[in-house]
């Protein structure tokens, strides 16, 4: 059996809200495993998948947004650059791949895109958080 948590709430009482979706799976009447099981919630619970990709999103935008972006985008020594990370790090789900460090990409021109697109997603966000009935 699988139950699911939505929350949006300051949990962490770090002075903002912060939404998250989690689950707990049960075999056999056992707990066995449980946290971002966001595979399992799609396949079980449809009606909570548009909801995912918000997972870790706060009132004042997505985990370290900037830079887990640009991590994700190869413009650190660290690693070479992960697109779909990226992509759903920033919740920019068709970010194109010229962004990236590896393709030659600006890293100035590539957080003012992200700076510029913030305010609407946060937007996008906020109407999110109230369909799945939760206070912004």
């Known amino acids: 059996m699988l139950t699911a948590l939505v929350r949006h709430d300051d949990r962490c009482r770090n002075g903002h809200n912060t939404f998250s979706v989690t689950a707990d799976l049960l075999q056999d009447g056992e707990w066995s495993a449980g946290g971002c099981l966001h595979d399992e919630i799609r396949e079980h619970m449809p ?16 985990l370290h947004y900037v830079a887990n972006t640009l991590y994700h985008l190869g413009f650190t020594k660290w690693t070479p650059g992960n697109l779909e990370r990226a992509r759903a790090t920033a919740i920019w789900l ?6 990236t460090a590896s393709n030659g990409a600006d890293e100035a021109v590539v957080t003012a895109m992200l700076l510029e697109r913030l305010p609407g997603l946060m937007e996008q966000f906020r109407r999110a958080v109230e369909s799945a009935g939760l206070v912004y």
């Open 94 to 99: 068709d970010m194109p791949p010229a962004l």
């Open 47 to 62: 009606a909570l998948a548009p909801l995912i990709k918000w997972h870790l999103c706060s009132t004042d935008g997505p």
